[in-house]
């Protein structure tokens, strides 16, 4: 048994380490007396998923301010009514081999394109293959695109948000011949899917425009 001298003695030397491991440590310990702090991060255990399917604000290139449906795909494209869902990728390199390489892996996000969003065109390429081609990689991913109408949703996600397009439009371009911006892009982002024509051969492109409705 301690002796009531020994517990005072024990009781002084906690106190007194308790201040200096205190005073030692206070930059890495002080948000332990910050209540503002602690609640927070006692509301965050106890709520995990709160704002999981809250809108922010997002400013668009024009000042303008508007909502956005928080997604947890990031870089996703999916367009329900052709069953197609693929990855975007964003090549690090814009040579045009090294983008050809990125097709094999999902749907390339063009060098050059406007975020999503913003006033402007998006350009995102994709393989296409000749009917009853096996699915291998994603050579097959945009072979169906002529099978697109007006008003079909195409849904891209990127950075946690997921904006809807609606197809406006369908052209059939020569090989080498320019993406022209048309009068869509007047008014807000345009998409427009690429890819050869007929599918899987290079002879010439389609070209797929939609128009953001919803983000």
């Not at 999916?78 to 693929?86: D, E, F, N, V």
Request: with cysteine; aromatic share 14%; hydrophobic share 40%.
């Amino acid at each position: 048994m301690m002796s009531k001298d020994q517990k005072k003695i024990l009781k002084a030397f906690i106190v007194i380490y308790l201040a200096v491991f205190t005073i030692v440590n206070w930059n890495s310990i002080s948000w332990v007396f910050n209540y503002r702090t602690v609640s927070s991060i006692f509301y965050d255990f106890f709520n995990p998923y709160q704002n999981i399917y809250a809108s922010s604000t997002f400013v668009t290139n024009d000042g303008k301010q508007t909502k956005y449906s928080y997604s947890p795909e990031i870089d996703v494209l999916r367009i329900p009514s052709l069953g197609i869902l693929a990855p975007v990728i964003l090549p690090k390199n814009p040579d045009i081999l090294a983008v050809t390489n990125d097709l094999n892996n999902g749907v390339v996000y063009y060098p050059g394109s406007v975020l999503p969003g913003q006033v402007g065109q998006i350009v995102v390429l994709g393989h296409s293959a000749p009917t009853n081609w096996p699915k291998i990689r994603y050579d097959w991913v945009f072979s169906d695109l002529n099978d697109l109408s007006y008003g079909d949703q195409i849904h891209l996600y990127f950075d946690n948000k997921e904006y809807i397009y609606s197809v406006r439009e369908k052209k059939i371009l020569k090989k080498g011949e320019e993406i022209t911006p048309t009068s869509l892009v007047n008014n807000g982002n345009v998409l427009v899917l690429v890819s050869c024509w007929p599918p899987g051969k290079n002879l010439q492109r389609i070209a797929v425009q939609a128009e953001l409705v919803t983000y």
